[in-house]
């Protein structure tokens, strides 16, 4: 649940922080302290830093700062110019949905079954109305729909990310989360000051909301979802995608102000009947204690 709640709640961070900064702007800083964050940590716990020689290894570390970090975080931010916070955070539900062609296709032994393809056409129908739902714009724009698009791509980049993740080396996830960041970071930070320069007026509200995001849910909800994984399980782990859109339609509303139209309840019901479906087994087994679904 604080896992959920700190991931759900970024959405709202970004909301504040783009009072203060441009899109590419947020997204450097944010990745740059998270970097800093779990450097510092990794350095306190005595983990080395991927061997530079490892070229493999290091050709996995990029594609995971590109599918983790640097584009779902520019698109992200980018996106939330234009759509509630909200909605950003419920387009993070179509994860596991957009995970299970994925692992159809890259994983040994995660084949579709026909459970799954129904929880996936449910799941996406939901999609389909979630993009499609009116009243969700906060400006008369046109770029609002290219907007909320930008965020369903990110939950794609998030999906990849995974598979991508799951077929890497061998390697101290400490020190693989670290060298992502700091490769995404490298790679945002020439976009960010060519199209946009450094920030020039920072406030109190703006640095207090950066700080929140480059500490908590970049860097301090690793940390929690290390210790979530090795103590109760991957399998576990995966329900977070269950409660991160209802944390965010929460404090968008509650703390934001922002008026969500019926249509976009509708929606999120749907994906979450899709998910229920496609992870029935792994739902059951969990309800009844024993951890891991059944065979």
Aim: charged share 10%; proline share 6%; glycine share 10%.
């Amino acid at each position: 649940m604080a896992v959920s709640l700190i991931w759900g709640g970024a959405f709202m961070g970004v909301s504040i922080a783009l009072r203060h900064f441009e899109p590419l702007q947020l997204a450097t800083t944010r990745v740059g302290i998270g970097a800093l964050a779990l450097f510092a940590l990794m350095r306190i716990r005595g983990v080395g830093f991927p061997p530079l020689n490892d070229h493999k290894l290091w050709t996995f570390i990029a594609g995971i700062a590109v599918l983790s970090t640097a584009l779902p975080f520019a698109l992200l931010s980018w996106g939330q110019q234009f759509v509630p916070s909200a909605f950003a955070g419920m387009t993070m539900a179509t994860v596991p949905l957009f995970i299970l062609p994925l692992a159809h296709l890259f994983v040994p032994g995660e084949g579709m079954t026909p459970r799954k393809v129904a929880g996936f056409i449910i799941g996406f129908l939901g999609t389909m109305i979630l993009i499609g739902t009116g009243g969700l714009s906060v400006g008369e724009n046109g770029l609002v729909r290219i907007a909320q698009l930008a965020c369903v791509l990110a939950a794609l980049c998030y999906a990849c990310n995974s598979i991508l993740t799951k077929r890497c080396p061998p390697v101290s996830e400490l020190a693989l989360s670290t060298a992502a960041l700091a490769f995404a970071f490298a790679m945002l930070l020439p976009f960010a000051l060519v199209f946009e320069g450094v920030p020039q007026r920072l406030t109190t509200e703006g640095i207090l909301a950066i700080v929140y995001l480059g500490l908590l849910p970049t860097a301090a909800a690793y940390v929690l979802k290390v210790a979530i994984v090795r103590s109760a399980g991957p399998s576990f782990m995966s329900f977070v995608n269950y409660f991160v859109p209802c944390w965010s339609v929460l404090l968008g509303a509650w703390l934001l102000g922002e008026r969500l139209p019926s249509g976009l309840f509708y929606a999120l019901g749907l994906i979450l009947l899709g998910l229920a479906l496609s992870q029935w087994p792994l739902i059951r087994a969990l309800i009844n204690g024993t951890g891991r679904p059944a065979s």
